[in-house]
């Protein structure tokens, strides 16, 4: 349905038929060449019609269009395709089922694991079993669309991701499913878990605790063997004495050997023993000189500190320590990197004094209990001329800042982040600072300084003048349920404060330690004499497995800089040889492709879950019931579309027919 409406009031349309009229009359009242009246009165008819409409669509009419648009109910097939369902291939039934629904439905079908992908597949490979991910992403697609029902073909087995049955989008549409695996429980020992740190310090010792389970393995005896490499470095007899058997062992390692290290967990297999993958456990351990200690040093309690410290609290390579500064009196040498919240205070000690003068890499974190005239007595490279009063300030990214690399979500970050408090008054920065914020007061951005570093001394010295960033935290966790654009912040502030600089004119960062199925990423840079960036020369890459066999590439030059995706890489350790081209510069190295076993650790299938989720049912009452579902129904959309009636092309061919018919007639009988 339809109708037409002007921008002019309508009464007028009566008008165009009068203009039509009069002006047909003018033409036909006194032309007595025609001889047929019903002839005079047909090109009458058409020559009024013609001038009529073409003084209607002077009004410019609309035409406004009511369309209607089925939408049938939409059934999502979702097939479990990660390795614990390797054994129950479904693929053939779920096909019939898309076949024999797709005349009442729109079938969509999926497969997951970790992830998910469009279509059905026969490859169940995944490494890992994700459910929430797999109703974040159905929602996502299909939201506010038409969905009947969701069926979903798998084991109830996940190791990744929230528990689906506490997913909200989970439960917005009915879910059938198509229970997979044995619910009974074989024979079977394994290496559940294997709890560790992924570094440890060379001469030390470091713990591992191993959790070793069987089931229906009463009065076996089983042996637990631990390698480093092709080292024997300790084994126990294990004693099974009932069918459902858990024993945690501790052990007691000593590195004694630096770099990546490979430990091997293996528990013998026993008879009729169906799945052994899980008796083999592979462990990583990056094994270190040192920490860097790094000490953060206040005389009052903060916020800030907190934020803070929870970043570097994830790197495993720092050793925190909080101290206040009045009883603080440890030796300052052991420290790699000393923090200063608010400090000085209303006191110049000596200490303070001594560690200002160390080599040790300082950050100043100036807030309101700052003391600026002795903070610009101790510093020099920042004065700040004031009167000791704040006010809020937003931050400002400079984009010519070199020393590390900053990401776009955190730029994006910078200009989401709610504002900080700052000294007001006169900023002279030292000439040989590089600064990565400034303050920006309104829409205005200013020279004023929020974050930056010096390096004039062979000593680094980092100043953060804004007060209260842990906001930032909070603000981003709210939005993004993750911090990880605070995180990048702070931490590269601290490893840039930390790390020695790299003099070598060819530099080359990897991952030591790779998941199987992960791409395999180097990015390198080289430099000239005068150290400046340049990519000039091709840099070759050749990487050698276990057996000798060798895998060329070559960088790809990005900006002023080189980037590899060499892609993934079977489980095993591998060696390369990095050399730019043209020069005698080498790098060499190794990393590891380690396995990921989650998805064999467990056997037993979870149907209690599906059954938590959904209903059981056999394929022919699945359709059924499918079918017969109150969400079986089409749904039908109405859309307006309003239309200008002079773009409208069959009517400007309608009016070319009738004046050329008239003109064909007219013509043909002499008239002209």
């Known amino acids: 349905m339809f109708d037409i409406s002007t921008e002019l009031p309508f009464g007028l349309s009566l ?38 409409f073409l003084c209607f669509l002077l009004l410019s009419p609309l035409i406004n269009t009511l369309l209607k648009q089925d939408e049938k109910p939409i059934l999502i097939l979702a097939q479990d395709a990660s390795a614990s369902v390797k054994d129950y291939n479904i693929y053939d039934d779920l096909f019939q089922l898309a076949e024999q629904t797709e005349k009442d439905f729109d079938v969509f079908p999926f497969h997951f694991d970790e992830t998910i992908k469009e279509g059905l597949t026969n490859e169940m490979s995944g490494l890992q079993t994700n459910y929430a991910n797999l109703f974040d992403e159905l929602e996502s697609r299909f939201l506010n ?88 470095l300790y084994k126990q007899k294990i004693n099974i004495n009932q069918d459902d058997f858990h024993l945690k062992i501790p052990l007691k390692i000593f590195a004694k050997q630096k770099g990546l290290q490979k430990y091997t967990l293996q528990i013998s297999s026993l008879a009729s023993e169906k799945n052994k993958a899980n008796n083999r456990y592979e462990i990583f351990v990056d094994i270190l000189e040192s920490k860097y200690n790094i000490l953060l040093l206040s005389d009052n309690s903060h916020p800030d500190i907190a934020a803070f410290k929870s970043v570097l609290l994830k790197n495993k390579h720092y050793s925190i320590e909080v101290e206040k500064l009045e009883s603080f009196s440890k030796n300052i040498e052991k420290y ?60 400002s990214q400079n984009e010519n800042f070199s020393l590390f690399t900053i990401s776009s979500e955190l730029s994006k970050f910078f200009l989401q982040s709610p504002p900080l408090y700052a000294y007001f008054g006169n900023y002279k920065l030292s000439s040989v600072t590089e600064v990565l914020l400034n303050q920006k007061i309104g829409k205005i951005t200013t020279e004023k300084p929020i974050l930056f570093f010096e390096n004039s001394t062979n000593k680094k010295v980092g100043v953060f003048t804004g007060e209260g960033f842990w906001k930032w935290k909070l603000l981003e966790y709210s939005k993004q349920k993750n911090s990880k654009a605070f995180d990048e912040l702070f931490s590269k502030i601290a490893q840039y404060l930390l790390l020695q600089d790299d003099k070598s004119h060819f530099r080359l960062q990897y991952e030591h330690k790779i998941n199987v199925n992960v791409p395999i990423i180097f990015e390198a840079e080289f430099y000239n004499d005068s150290y400046q960036p340049v990519n000039k020369n ?135």
């Open 336 to 395: 790699n990197l000393i923090a200063l919240f608010g400090i000085p205070t209303n006191s110049d000690s000596g200490k303070l004094t001594e560690i200002i003068n160390s080599d040790v890499p300082l950050l100043f974190f100036v807030n309101a209990r700052t003391n600026l005239t002795y903070f610009n007595n101790l510093y020099k490279g920042l004065d700040i001329k004031g009167k000791n009063t704040m006010q809020e300030v937003f931050v």
């Open 538 to 672: 091709d840099i070759s890459l050749i990487i050698t497995d276990d057996n000798g066999k060798e895998y060329p590439f070559n960088f790809s030059k990005l900006n002023k800089a080189y980037h590899l995706n060499v892609g993934v890489f079977p489980v095993g350790e591998y060696s390369f040889t990095a050399k730019v081209l043209g020069t005698t510069h080498i790098k060499k190295g190794k990393f590891n492709i380690i396995p990921f076993q989650a998805e064999m650790l467990q056997t037993k299938a979870n149907h209690q879950l599906l059954y938590n989720l959904a209903y059981q049912n056999q394929m022919e009452k699945l359709i059924k019931e499918i079918t017969n579902s109150d969400r079986n129904k089409t749904i039908i959309h109405t859309k307006e579309k309003v239309q200008e009636m002079i773009n409208i092309q069959w009517i400007l061919f309608t009016l070319l027919l009738l004046i050329c018919t008239e003109w064909f007639i007219r013509k043909y009988n002499g008239f002209y």
């Open 145 to 232: 669309r038409n969905v009947a029902a969701v069926v979903m073909a798998t084991d109830g087995l996940y190791n990744i991701g929230e528990n689906p049955i506490y997913k909200e989008n989970a439960t917005n549409v009915p879910i059938y499913t198509i229970a997979l695996g044995d619910t009974i429980q074989q024979k079977d020992l394994l290496i559940k878990n294997v709890q560790y740190n992924e570094i440890a310090f060379l001469g030390n010792d470091f713990p591992i605790d191993v959790l070793v389970e069987s089931f229906n393995c009463k009065n076996e005896i089983a042996e637990l063997k631990l390698y480093n490499g092709k080292s024997l």
């Open 15 to 52: 008008f165009t038929l009068l203009i039509g009229l009069g002006y047909a009359t003018l033409l036909y009242r006194k032309d007595d060449k025609i001889g047929s009246i019903w002839l005079k009165r047909t090109l009458f008819l058409f020559r009024m019609l013609v001038v009529s």
